[in-house]
């Protein structure tokens, strides 16, 4: 019994290692709480002094707005006017600024769209040049064809003093020579015995000779008449009419039986028959 009583006391290590675990645990917590208290003083001082700059700042708005309001009071007494008469007239600055404003974004605007007119123009502008250039270039051409198409056509001599002219042999080569523009042509078909109105003059089929192609005409002109007897295909068949005594020629150029078609051709300031005008 003796000797259980003087055998040391032992303690297991993990009842110490728990010891230490909980003593740390409180100094961390001591330390955290510190932290904290810390924070909460600066933010609580923080806090008072918002309160009281916020303070501060209300009474300087008192100020402020007890000396406009002395500064409006005695503005009004100078101008004669009450406190009504201030509020209209500064609602009324306050809609001449408005309307100011909205005359500034309507003139700005209407600048916008002015300029994109202008583009617009511009654009349209550049296009006609270039379709001005395409026809240019398309009437360059259309003269060329037209001196060639004329270098084809054939001159004969016609019965009147040898005077050579230009003929057309049918009706394309007449559109050819019409293109030339120096004279008018009046197209006709005559059958025999018939006496026919073309341009200013009359005309009348004698007989026509489809094998020979040739035919005898009668032509009448200021009340005169001239015949053209064995006249041949493509022949140009020359006289003077008019007061100015102008040169017309006919040119026949197709003959069937008892039939010719042709054209009158006449300087472009002759006169015109009276159903033209």
Request: proline share 0%.
């Given at each position: 019994m003796s000797e259980l009583n003087n055998t040391p006391r032992t303690y297991s290590g993990a009842l110490l290692a728990a010891i230490a675990v909980a003593l740390l645990g409180a100094l961390g917590g001591l330390i955290w709480s510190a932290t904290l208290s810390s924070r909460l003083s600066t933010q609580q001082v923080e806090l008072t002094d918002?309160?009281?700059?916020?303070v501060k700042l209300a009474a300087e708005l008192r100020e402020t707005n007890a000396r406009l309001q002395v500064a409006t009071d005695e503005l009004g007494k100078s101008l004669g006017l009450t406190q009504k008469q201030m509020d209209a007239r500064a609602q009324e600055i306050i809609r001449r600024e408005a309307a100011q404003e909205a005359n500034s974004k309507r003139l700005e605007s209407a600048?916008?769209?002015?300029?994109?007119?202008?583009?617009?123009?511009?654009s349209e502008v550049s296009n006609v040049k270039t379709d001005v250039g395409g026809?240019?270039?398309?009437?360059?051409k259309t003269q060329s064809d037209l001196a060639n198409a004329i270098s084809k056509l054939t001159s004969m001599q016609g019965d009147l003093n040898g005077h050579s002219s230009l003929i057309a042999r049918n009706h394309d080569e007449l559109e050819t020579l019409k293109h030339k523009g120096d004279r008018t042509y009046y197209e006709f078909t005559l059958a025999k015995g018939q006496k026919k109105p073309v341009g200013t003059v009359s005309l009348t089929l004698k007989n026509a000779n489809s094998k020979k192609n040739t035919f005898n005409?009668?032509?009448t002109s200021d009340d005169k008449t001239v015949s053209k007897n064995n006249k041949g295909l493509y022949e140009p068949l020359q006289f003077y009419s008019g007061k100015e005594q102008m040169l017309f020629e006919i040119v026949v150029n197709a003959v069937s039986k008892n039939q010719v078609i042709g054209y009158l051709s006449v300087p472009?300031?002759?006169p015109v028959p009276a159903t033209a005008q």
């Open positions: 918002a309160k009281q700059q916020n600048q916008q769209q002015t300029a994109q007119q202008v583009n617009a123009v511009s026809v240019k270039s398309d009437v360059a005409l009668e032509v472009k300031n002759a």
